[in-house]
Nanobody, 123 residues
Framework: QVQLAESGGGLVQAGDSLRLSCAAS????????MAWFRRPPGKEREFVAA????????DYADSVKGRFTISRDNTRSTLYLQMTSLKPEDTAVYYC????????????????WGQGTQVTVSS
């Protein structure tokens, strides 16, 4: 069973950049679609971005398109989320997840999750 561990969160100002990492261990990271989700304060978990195992298929939520970039390094079993032009509404706990099947943008399609990393963007 793969284990996922996010890192890289923190407190930044609006307009700043931040890069999140998700280290995978104990599984076959390179064969699965991976994704980032986030849970803003008081809201439901929402899709951010997904990337296929070969990085040939990438999806973004409209709210982050053009500002966030998802990538992966299968040799290092690590998933990344480069976030630029951060806004206060990007404040959330960010989670990485491994796809189990079904819609790539639905949290119900992912069966393994990290513990999350907090990103706070001040105005």
């Amino acid at each position: 069973q793969v284990q996922l561990a996010e890192s890289g969160g923190g407190l930044v100002q609006a307009g700043d950049s931040l890069r999140l990492s998700c280290a995978a261990s104990g599984g076959t990271f390179g064969t699965y679609t991976m994704a980032w989700f986030r849970r803003p304060p008081g809201k439901e978990r929402e899709f951010v971005a997904a990337i296929s195992w070969s990085a040939t298929n990438i999806d973004y939520a409209d709210s982050v398109k053009g500002r966030f970039t998802i990538s992966r390094d299968n040799t290092r079993s690590t998933l990344y989320l480069q976030m630029t032009s951060l806004k206060p509404e990007d404040t959330a706990v960010y989670y990485c997840a491994e796809h189990a099947g079904g819609s790539r943008t639905s949290a119900n399609s992912y069966d393994t999750w990290g513990q999350g990393t907090q990103v706070t963007v001040s105005s």
